[in-house]
């Protein structure tokens, strides 16, 4: 199973549905919640090469996008694969 990352904010809608994909899918992931933590933001932001919105999502160490981008790959066929790897 590939290795599923997020940097999430309390009380973000996009962030939970992101998370309610990936579960119903059967998916673990590591969740940094970065409300309260600027470094944690700063860290995210660079990872992301810019993307300061939440959540920002990364599969095998590659930067997928927000959650929009996780349900369009999810739409597109390509993220079963991804996550299979």
Not at 20 to 26: A, C, H, I, V
Not at 35 to 41: A, G, I, V
Not at 53 to 61: A, D, K, L, V
Request: with cysteine; net charge negative.
């Amino acid at each position: 199973m590939a290795s599923v990352v997020l940097y999430t904010r309390q009380a973000c809608g996009y962030c939970a549905a992101a998370k309610t994909l990936l579960s119903n899918k059967g998916v673990s992931f590591e969740e940094h919640d970065a409300t309260y933590s600027p470094d944690l933001r700063k860290e995210m932001i660079e990872k992301a090469n810019g993307g300061s919105t939440f959540p920002q999502i990364f599969i095998n160490g590659t930067h997928v996008g927000g959650c929009d981008d996780l349900h369009a790959l999810d739409k597109a066929g390509k993220l079963d694969p991804m996550l299979a790897a």
